[in-house]
């Protein structure tokens, strides 16, 4: 097999407000006063990442790796998912060249936490923090995140090395 080079992968997740705190966001502890609901802690930083990184390897997503309907997952720790994700990536030959997050929220303040989500996702990685960039928007009062009744998180990621796909897609062109 040769080595494929470079591979894209983009994640989303999104996950409402309403849960046991403390919300975390990368692992990072951002809000002692609210919580996300979800299966597991709900950061949905770490899983629009983990996503991110299972899409770009061809290897799935989340919830085939790790089921809501599954009572192992209740109330995991999402940065343990991901350092999961970041060894199958790494089975899979492949590495981490850069990570963009962006975290899409009205209430909850990103840029206190910023350097600190990064380092925490670098650490996770195995990457430089130079090589993970966190941002925050709002959406000016629209839809479920500018009412305040959610937050959501778009991660792009760009993965080095692996194997191609079996099959004719992996075939060179003739």
């Known amino acids: 097999m040769r080595p494929d080079?470079?591979?894209?992968?983009?994640?989303?997740?999104?996950?409402?407000l309403g849960g046991p705190p403390p919300l975390r966001l990368a692992g990072v502890e951002v809000d002692v006063t609210q919580g996300l609901i979800?299966?597991?802690?709900?950061?949905?930083?770490?899983?629009?990442?983990?996503?991110?990184?299972?899409?770009?390897?061809a290897l799935g997503d989340l919830g085939t790796h790790f089921p809501s309907r599954d009572a192992e997952w209740k109330g995991a720790d999402s940065m343990a998912l991901l350092a999961r994700v970041v060894e199958m990536v790494a089975e899979a030959g492949m590495r981490v060249g850069n990570i963009d997050l962006t975290v899409i929220a009205e209430t909850v303040r990103v840029a206190p936490f910023?350097?600190?989500m990064r380092r925490e996702l670098a650490d996770a990685l195995d990457v430089e923090p130079g090589r993970v960039s966190v941002k925050a928007t709002t959406?000016?009062?629209?839809?479920?995140?500018?009412?305040?009744?959610g937050v959501a998180a778009w991660?792009?990621?760009?993965?080095?090395?692996g194997?191609?796909?079996?099959g004719p897609s992996s075939s060179p062109p003739s």
């Open 5 to 16: 080079g470079f591979r894209v992968g983009l994640g989303f997740d999104a996950h409402r």
């Open 114 to 116: 910023r350097e600190r």
């Open 155 to 161: 991660a792009t990621v760009l993965l080095m090395g």
């Open 139 to 149: 959406t000016d009062g629209m839809g479920f995140t500018g009412r305040g009744e």
């Open 163 to 166: 194997t191609a796909p079996a």
């Open 38 to 57: 979800g299966t597991s802690d709900g950061d949905v930083a770490a899983h629009a990442v983990a996503d991110a990184m299972l899409g770009a390897g």
